[in-house]
């Protein structure tokens, strides 16, 4: 029995956790850049467990719609929002990033952070975000990039298998955003430290859901077990290319429409 295919993203939204590289730090400096005020309409694109909504709602008041592919995320996103008192104001959606459900020009601002890694058709969901974006709106994107120089062949098939994931170069990138028709502010390619990423994971979950992810993850760990799926995703993930981690990066991206 061969099991069904299970990802990288999958176990996220089984845990109720989310990668978001970079942290706190990373997307304050996309609030910052993308000059986020009360009276914007935001959408954030790939939501996970909320973190992101739930801060610029609390934090900023901005009016709030989150959107994610995963039915459980939004869910985690929801519960996230309740917990923060700031259900009513974060309108929360299923949906994808390369068909968004909204109107031309229906928001001030788009964030989208560590989702277009997991987008192979990334013009669609740029195209979508210029979309909906009004005129001189901001994108302010948050993504992994193979940085300082681009892998070998083995290390992207690696990341594919395991994570579905279409890591680009930091250049080609960069190029791709102005090619979809938006004007670069600023882009600032960054290494991914590994102690620094755990600190940034711990930070982001908070000590209220560190119980329920250990919960999940012995739920997860009895999944594997049982579920030849989960067993084949854990296998292929622990044959990690040497060298992987020197060429891992992450940028913060801001653009304009």
Not at 141 to 159: C, F, H, M, Q, S
Not at 165 to 187: D, H, I, N, T, W
Not at 220 to 233: C, E, F, Q, V
Request: charged content about 30%; aromatic content about 8%; overall charge positive.
């Amino acid at each position: 029995m061969a099991g069904r295919a299970i990802r990288y993203l999958d176990t996220q939204a089984e845990l109720g956790i989310t990668k978001h590289i970079g942290g706190n730090a990373a997307t304050n400096e996309l609030i910052r850049l993308c000059h986020i005020s009360k009276k914007d309409r935001v959408l954030d694109v790939g939501c996970g467990i909320g973190t992101t909504p739930v801060r610029l709602a609390k934090e900023i008041g901005c009016r709030v719609v989150t959107v994610d592919v995963s039915p459980k995320m939004i869910g985690w996103a929801e519960k996230w929002a309740k917990e923060n008192n700031v259900e009513g104001k974060i309108e929360f959606l299923v949906a994808d990033a390369r068909k968004l459900p909204f109107k031309d020009g229906a928001f001030d601002v788009v964030l989208c952070e560590s989702v277009l890694a997991f987008v192979k058709d990334k013009k669609k969901a740029l195209s979508e975000f210029r979309r909906v974006l009004k005129k001189g709106g901001y994108l302010g994107l948050n993504e992994g990039i193979w940085w300082p120089t681009e892998p070998p062949a083995d290390v992207k098939r690696y990341y594919e298998k395991v994570a579905a994931g279409y890591v680009l170069p930091e250049a080609e990138f960069r190029r791709l955003l102005v090619s979809s028709g938006f004007k670069l502010v600023s882009a600032k390619p960054f290494r991914v430290g590994v102690v620094r990423e755990f600190q940034d994971r711990l930070e982001l979950i908070g000590p209220k859901r560190i119980g329920r992810v250990v919960t999940s993850v012995a739920k997860l760990t009895w999944k594997m077990i049982i579920d030849p799926g989960y067993r084949k995703m854990f296998v292929n993930a622990a044959k990690v290319p040497r060298g992987i981690a020197n060429l891992t990066g992450f940028g913060l991206y801001v653009v304009r429409k």
